[in-house]
């Protein structure tokens, strides 16, 4: 099972950034799949988790209204659409489709 986590990086407070992740070496399609994020000192919490058809989502209270999850089962990848990007949104985010884990990618927000 691999995960390729892309997209991260450093943004400004009120901008956006688009996480990408590519999977292999399990039944994508059959899987839900779900962005967590670990800010510094905190347990991994869910961010958004979208079911193997797309048509049920899921969102994390901290991040309602401000991103999107989609994924496209013909390229067996997952994405993650933040906008309006707070300080609070630092963490390193990670895609999983349980039990399955990316290593993580940065997301830091800061002026």
């Known amino acids: 099972v691999q995960f390729v986590e892309s997209g991260g990086g450093l943004v400004q407070p009120g901008g956006s950034l688009r996480l990408s992740c590519a999977a292999s070496g399990f039944a994508f399609s059959v899987y839900i799949m779900s962005w967590y994020r670990q800010r510094p000192g905190e347990e991994r919490k869910l961010v958004a988790s979208?079911?193997?058809?797309?048509?049920?989502?899921n969102y994390g209270d901290a991040v309602q209204g401000r991103v999107t999850i989609s994924r496209d089962n013909t390229k067996n990848m997952i994405f993650l659409q933040m906008n309006g990007l707070k300080n609070e949104d630092t963490a390193v985010y990670y895609c999983?489709?349980?039990?399955?884990w990316g290593q993580g990618i940065q997301v830091t927000v800061s002026s």
């Open positions: 979208i079911s193997p058809s797309g048509d049920r989502i």
């Open positions: 999983a489709g349980l039990p399955y």
